[in-house]
């Protein structure tokens, strides 16, 4: 079975940086993603993780640690644009299982 | 834009009634996915297509079905429509080709179908 964590809700200030956490135990791994979906809208890719380490895109950063089951996507400089909902999804065996989402609001 | 077109927008419906959705991949991918996201749900993952043969299934009802043809468009009939099939469906596509990491296996979302059985 696929099980994969991340926190429900989280509030920042504008300009600030916040993470999100997401642990997973499934069946198989391929690769890690993380999506940015407004609401009502379609999710849009915002990184993919398939070795340990960092990877890093303008003010979007993404983590994964294999042995741990964990990853963080990191967003710095927080605009109000950014107040939306992110996924993280494990692709294994062609499928992607996603997360149920964590709810970012940025403040002014 | 993505480059996923998904017809209708919004559908209404009654119970008992059978819907399509239809959704045409980005240009290149070959590969189709189908996802439906309610209020109380996440992205729940449907079913897969790779160059007109399904190739992955997920949590999808005996009521649903799909197909992609030959010039690969897909379509997702649903029938015996029940209230609980209310829903967001997006279909998501990708290059799909011999695995090799980020650039064959990214999904790319179109708009999704707003699904309202009354």
């Known amino acids: 079975g696929q099980n994969i964590d991340q926190p429900t809700e989280m509030t920042a200030t504008e300009g600030a940086i916040v993470q999100i956490n997401c642990t997973y135990q499934?069946?198989?791994?391929?690769?890690l993603f993380w999506y940015q979906q407004h609401a009502g809208e379609a999710p849009t890719f915002l990184s993919y993780?398939?070795?340990?380490g960092l990877e890093e895109k303008g003010r979007f950063s993404s983590f994964l640690s294999r042995s741990k089951g964990y990853s963080y996507l990191l967003l710095k400089e927080l605009q109000m644009k950014d107040s939306a909902s992110y996924l993280c999804?494990?692709?294994?065996?062609?499928?992607?299982?996603f997360g149920a989402g964590t709810t970012v609001t940025v403040r002014a | 834009d993505s480059g996923v077109t998904q017809t209708p927008k919004h559908l209404i419906t009654a119970t008992g009634q059978r819907v399509t959705l239809r959704c045409s991949p980005r240009?290149?991918?070959?590969?189709v996915y189908w996802y439906q996201q309610s209020l109380d749900q996440g992205l729940q993952f449907l079913i897969q297509?790779?160059?007109?043969?399904?190739?992955a299934k997920g949590n999808i009802l005996e009521r649903f079905s799909a197909q992609q043809f030959p010039d690969l468009h897909s379509e997702l009939n649903l029938s015996s429509l029940e209230l609980g099939d209310s829903a967001l469906y997006f279909c998501?596509?990708?290059?799909?080709?011999?695995?090799?990491?980020?650039?064959?296996?990214?999904?790319?979302f179109g708009p999704g179908t707003r699904l309202l059985v009354l």
């Open positions: 240009s290149g991918d070959l590969s």
């Open positions: 297509y790779y160059n007109g043969e399904e190739r």
């Open positions: 999804a494990v692709f294994n065996d062609y499928k992607l299982s």
């Open positions: 499934t069946s198989g791994f391929n690769g």
């Open positions: 998501a596509s990708s290059d799909g080709r011999a695995s090799g990491g980020h650039s064959q296996e990214t999904q790319y």
């Open positions: 993780n398939v070795l340990d």
